[in-house]
């Protein structure tokens, strides 16, 4: 490997919510006295980021000025080159891409272009916490259509559930998630094209979060919502950010992709109202130098190391973890072990289970805000010496 993916970095009063942020909140508990911390609940990794990211920032703050400035034209090449060569997207240009501060800042503002208060949205069940909150939040109600796992357990899209409720609930905009969050799936072209069809058909618009699309694993590749047709180009809004793929989450800076004209104007002009969407310039900085030739060979090494993250942990779960269920993910970093048929035997609660791996370090999330009844999602986006660690412990102390 050229990168280092092994070095286990101290990311304590670093300003790091994963380990920092315990027993505050909805976050895991601190350890037991005699067990270190293994950050494995918040979606960012414990990998340093591509080197050309703290070499662009180190340069352009050398400079003692950071006043009032514009996007430059080097910002939205890095993103039509990325997604030209990543994603195989061509005919993008300038003004189909426009600033974000997050990439659920600009899911509802885009919402609010299309939709009214209270209006029903569907989304997808186990579900992004966030989409939760923030749709809750700005006035919406969730309609949820869930996945299903056909007999080689692959998460689904169910579309007779997702037509039916269409109809019934009178909707008129859906939330895509691809790859999906938390269950990891890549979607295979017939799905995307199934499901925008039924989208044309009932004509509902669509905001397709993307930001996992550089987290491919197994030689998979993703394809973006908007390629499948002309009418999914024009009814689709995508939503990007470097944040997942290069760890940059805490310099904030995401995008929108939006080829109809009608529909970028109107999202336009719903993210300049609050006048606080505008983007920060160490985080131009960051995306040009992150989406670059040396950030693109950065994430092919992380994807070979993600996978074998994935391998082991999930060989490991089927080996020693008799009744916790697991469908490796296709794409993303996270892990959703479904618990139930484990808790019932073993008479405890999702509760007790998730509290018996904090005691041991294991800093794992509750799945229950992701609409997981009995599940637990896991970040394996750590060097593999600690997910071994991780997983040693979970057998010894909590899965006996």
Known sequence: MQYDFTSILDRRGRDALAVDGLGTGSAPAPPKDGFDLI???????????????????????????????????????????????????????????????GVLGGVISILNAVCSKG????????????????????GYRIIHSPLVQDGDAVWRMDFADMERKI???????AVFCSPHNP??????????????????????????????????LGGRRHIPLQSVSEDARLRTA???????????????GSYHIIYNRWLRERVNREGSLSHYNNMNVLSMHALI???????????????????????YACDYIAA????????????????????????????KTIDELEQAGWDVGVAWQDGRAFHGPCHIRMNLALPLSRVTEAMERLGRYVFC
């Open 39 to 101: 950050p494995m609940w918040v979606a960012d990794m414990n990998f340093p980021t591509v080197p050309t990211v703290p070499a662009a920032l180190i340069e352009r703050a050398s400079h003692p000025l950071y006043g009032y400035f514009r996007p430059t034209d080097s910002y939205f090449h890095a993103i039509t080159r990325w997604q030209e060569e990543r994603n195989g997207v061509t005919g993008l240009s300038r003004e189909h891409i426009g600033y974000e501060n």
């Open 119 to 138: 209006d029903k949205i569907l989304l997808h069940s186990p579900t992004y916490i966030g989409f939760t909150f923030s749709l809750a939040d700005n």
């Open 167 to 173: 109809v019934e609930e009178q909707i008129h905009a």
């Open 183 to 216: 269950c990891g799936r890549v979607w295979e072209r017939w799905e995307l094209e199934q499901a925008m069809e039924l989208f044309r058909k009932h004509d509902v618009f669509v905001v397709s979060d993307e930001i996992w699309s550089d987290i491919i």
């Open 238 to 252: 995508a939503v990007y950010a470097p944040s997942k793929t290069f760890n940059l989450a805490g310099l904030v």
């Open 289 to 311: 130098a992150a989406y670059s030739p040396e950030g693109m060979a950065w994430v092919d090494e992380l994807r070979q190391v993600l996978a074998g993250n994935v391998d």
């Open 320 to 347: 020693h973890f008799d009744g916790v269920k697991v469908t490796k993910p296709e794409g993303t970093y996270m892990l959703f072990l479904d618990c139930t048929d484990w808790c019932q035997r073993h008479g």
